[in-house]
């Protein structure tokens, strides 16, 4: 660097840096024995250079900054932290406890969060409109907000004093630079103005924290004056030498804590010390030139480790965060599939229910995705549990409607059933109450409050009927007697009966026959037996002649038997256990055909393998053979 340069760069340094300070000339020759005032030159631009790299090295990416704390407060209550934090407000020192402060709150609200969404989830499974659901804080709420103000105000008051202290030691800085102007100036003794230089640069050190915003321009100004400084007085070797070492030093000791933050578990930590040691560097002035680039590069090398651990962390973190968006999603896909189904009844709306609800319990389980994209899919999430529960509800909505309808009409049943049980036309009553008794099963189920109810009515009056009919007859001597004789004369007819070329015709006839059969009272016991057996041998030489299967034969019993339970009481009863059996034998069947289907390719072509194969084959057309048998029975019951 020639004379002429390093006046361009003197003057390029004094007006951009300093504006407002005095403009001290400094004059570079080109005499080479002035060696000490062209290496203050060099080193003040290098110092500079130094300054500017040193506020871009750290990254400052407060996007990413997390709350970590060492606090863990997921296993109280409500009452239990409202507690700790009434204690812990106590203390004024916000800084102190914020880190305890913020760790109780979320713990609270993670809580009061899940209430409410529970409370919500209950109120429209209880058939509630969600846009009219309220939620009312309880005490505990109240009483937390109460406390957690408190923190708030004196986190304010220190924020506002922060903010004063740091408008009063930015005056205090401007003070000192004005007074290093005027030490500049100064005529006095070196010995004086040195004094007084170390002193300006003591102040200078104990002075705290000033505005964002002026920290730049206000180092680099302090740090210009400085080499100013050593430029006007001509500061002595030894001095200087002193004053390098002693920099040298604090620079070394601050390389060294700096190194120790690689060991720090908690990366939040480690930047933000790391941070506050750049601060620390800068207020260091320089060191001897041979040690410049060795110490900084230290410094640099240390702090590029730590921000590449940091970046690491947080790509970790967004690793995990794009785990969860995907969990998420996918949970989003199933409950949106769940939309799509047709769901017609009680049970299925039960069953779709369940299944929404262990969705839900999943996406609890789930940690947070970005944020952006948690906005967004819990959004996606929330609609469509919307829309899954605002569906049930309309099913709901007309399912009242309907079953209102039908107590109506049972209700109107029992009115009429009531009606004639006082009624000594026994034959027609007796029609007349059947005829109510098979309506009453064509009518859909009602509310379930009033479903016990109006049951137990409708039952004690036909209840009642069918007494007063039984004690009617009981008294009235040779009624068994004229059943008995009914039915043999029933007897005579089915055995004079001659099977027709028509099956259809035979059919009809001997279902005629088994309906007539079936209404025809009681007989004497010591007559029960015998007569049916006649009458059942009669029936199945009837069939025999007509070469009626095994299965027909037992689809035409079983729908016989059906027939007789609607005289029965009880028949809704029997009726649906009847069902509950036919469909799990049902059940069982299957299962147990598509194993033996599913073992039979196992056999290998062999002599034995073809006999066990063989086998097999005959359990399955057996189970198949029973399974449509089954399927009939349940037919017919469901016609019923």
């Known amino acids: 660097m020639n004379a002429n340069e390093r006046k361009k760069i003197v003057k390029l340094i004094e007006p951009n840096i300093l504006p407002n300070a005095v403009r001290i000339k400094v004059t570079v020759t080109e005499d080479e024995n002035n060696v000490e005032e062209t290496q203050v030159v060099e080193e003040t631009v290098e110092l500079i250079d130094e ?38 407000v106590q203390d004024t020192d916000v800084v102190k406890i914020k880190n305890k402060i913020t760790a109780i709150k979320t713990a609270f609200t993670k809580i009061t969060k899940e209430e409410r969404e529970k409370e919500m989830e209950q109120f429209i499974l209880d058939g509630g409109d969600k846009d009219s659901y309220e939620y009312n804080e309880d005490p505990l709420e109240l009483r937390f907000k109460s406390v957690f103000n408190i923190y708030k105000e004196n986190k304010a008051k220190y924020n506002e004093a922060l903010e004063e202290q740091k408008n009063i030691n930015l005056q205090q800085k401007n003070a ?5 102007k005027q030490l500049i100036n100064s005529e006095e003794t070196l010995k004086k103005t040195y004094d007084e230089f170390r002193s300006l640069q003591d102040r200078w050190k104990e002075i705290g924290q000033v505005p964002a915003g002026e920290i730049t321009n206000l180092w680099h100004n302090y740090h210009f004056l400085v080499e100013k400084f050593y430029d006007k007085v001509k500061i002595n070797r030894e001095l200087r030498d002193l004053d390098l070492k002693k920099n040298l030093e604090a620079k070394i000791e601050l390389c060294e804590k700096t190194e120790e933050l690689l060991l720090e578990k908690s990366v939040t930590k480690a930047f933000k010390l790391l941070q506050k040691y750049h601060d620390e560097w800068k207020e260091i002035g320089p060191v001897p030139q041979e040690k410049k680039d060795e110490i900084w590069e230290r410094f640099k090398n240390t702090t590029d480790k730590i ?19 995907d969990a998420k999603l996918a949970i989003c896909e199933k409950i949106e599939e769940l939309l799509n189904d047709n769901i017609g009844s009680i049970g299925a709306w039960q069953k779709k229910s369940n299944d929404v609800n262990e969705l839900f319990k999943v996406w609890k389980t789930i940690g947070p995705a970005q944020k952006k994209q948690n906005d967004e899919i819990w959004n996606r999430f929330k609609g469509s549990m919307d829309t899954f529960f605002s569906n049930k509800k309309e099913f709901f909505s007309k399912l009242k409607e309907q079953q209102l309808e039908n107590y109506n009409r049972k209700l109107q049943l029992c009115v009429e059933a009531e009606a004639v049980l006082e009624s000594k036309e026994w034959k ?5 109450i059947k005829k109510l008794q098979e309506e009453w099963k064509n009518i859909g189920p009602v509310p379930k409050r009033h479903s016990d109810k109006i049951w137990k009515r409708f039952r004690a009056a036909c209840d009642t009927f069918f007494k007063n009919k039984s004690e009617h007859f009981s008294g009235i001597k040779g009624v068994e007697e004229e059943n008995l004789r009914l039915k043999r004369e029933l007897l005579e007819r089915i055995q004079a009966f001659e099977i027709k070329k028509e099956r259809s015709e035979n059919m009809e006839a001997i279902k005629a026959f088994q309906r007539e059969w079936m209404a025809i009272g009681y007989v004497p016991m ?44 009880e028949s809704r009863d029997k009726v649906r256990r009847e069902r509950n059996m036919l469909n799990n034998r049902i059940t069982k069947l299957r299962e147990e055909i598509t194993v033996l289907e599913n073992n039979i390719g196992f056999f290998s072509n062999s002599k034995q393998s073809e006999i066990m194969k063989a086998e097999y084959e005959k359990k399955i057309n057996r189970a198949k053979n029973d399974l449509k048998v089954l399927e009939a029975k349940l037919k017919i019951l469901n016609e019923q």
């Open 307 to 325: 921000n590449q651990i940091r970046r690491e962390h947080y790509s970790k973190i967004q690793d995990e965060q794009q785990a969860n968006y």
């Open 51 to 88: 300054l500017e790299v040193l506020d871009t090295v750290v990254d400052d990416d407060d996007d990413n900054e997390d709350n970590e704390t060492d606090y863990d407060f997921s296993e109280y209550n409500k009452l239990q932290l409202i507690e700790i934090l009434e204690e812990t």
């Open 526 to 569: 010591k007559h029960k037996d015998a007569i049916q057996n006649e009458y059942r041998k009669l029936i199945d030489g009837l069939f025999d002649k007509m070469k009626i299967s095994e299965n027909e034969l037992s689809t035409m019993e079983y729908r016989s038997m059906v027939e007789g339970l609607k005289e029965d009481p």
């Open 428 to 432: 027609k009553s007796t029609e007349y």
């Open 176 to 180: 000192i630079l004005e007074e290093l």
